[in-house]
C-alpha cells in the first residue's frame, strides 16, 4: 500500500466475525486492541513491537458469503498465475471482497499485462476504446 504508508511498513487488517464479534461488541477499543494485537501475533509474530498505531473499524452489520475453504483455493489459484502470462485474472475474488483488494487486484493485473505486452511486442500496446 504505498499510498497509505511509508517503504518498508505495510498495513495489516484483522477480521473477527461471528459469536465472538457479538460478544466484543460494547467493549472499548482501549480494552480490545491488546487483546486483538496478542491474536494476531500467532500470525505475525513480533507485530506487537512493530506496531506504530492501531485502530478499530466496528460494523453494525457485515456478511462474509465465501465458504470454508474458499481463500485456500483462491491462494492455490494465484499460486499458478504467472505474471508473463497474457492472461490475467483481477477482482475481489482473488482476496477479501472490497473495493480496495479489487482495486489492487486490477492495477497488479494490468501491470504485468503491460509488461509482457511490451516483452512481446517491443512497446506498450495502444488501443483506442472511442
Known amino acids: 500500500m504505498p499510498d497509505s504508508v511509508s517503504p518498508g511498513k505495510a498495513v495489516i487488517s484483522g477480521h473477527w466475525v461471528s459469536?465472538?464479534?457479538k460478544e466484543v461488541l460494547e467493549r472499548t477499543d482501549g480494552d480490545l486492541l491488546p487483546e486483538m494485537i496478542r491474536e494476531m501475533e500467532q500470525v505475525i509474530p513480533g507485530l506487537s513491537a512493530e506496531s506504530e498505531f492501531a485502530h478499530i473499524v466496528r460494523w453494525s452489520f457485515a456478511t462474509n458469503s465465501r465458504?470454508?475453504?474458499f481463500y485456500d483455493t483462491v491462494a492455490n489459484i494465484r499460486?499458478?498465475?504467472a505474471s508473463?502470462?497474457?492472461v490475467q485474472l483481477a477482482g475481489e475474488y482473488l482476496a477479501l471482497s472490497g473495493t480496495a483488494n479489487s482495486v489492487e487486484n486490477g492495477e497488479r493485473a494490468a501491470v504485468d499485462l503491460g509488461e509482457r505486452l511490451t516483452a512481446l511486442h517491443?512497446?506498450?500496446a495502444k488501443r483506442s476504446y472511442s
Do not use: A, C, W
Open 19 to 21: 459469536e465472538h464479534s
Open 67 to 69: 465458504y470454508r475453504g
Open 79 to 81: 499460486r499458478t498465475l
Open 84 to 86: 508473463d502470462d497474457v
Open 122 to 124: 517491443g512497446s506498450p
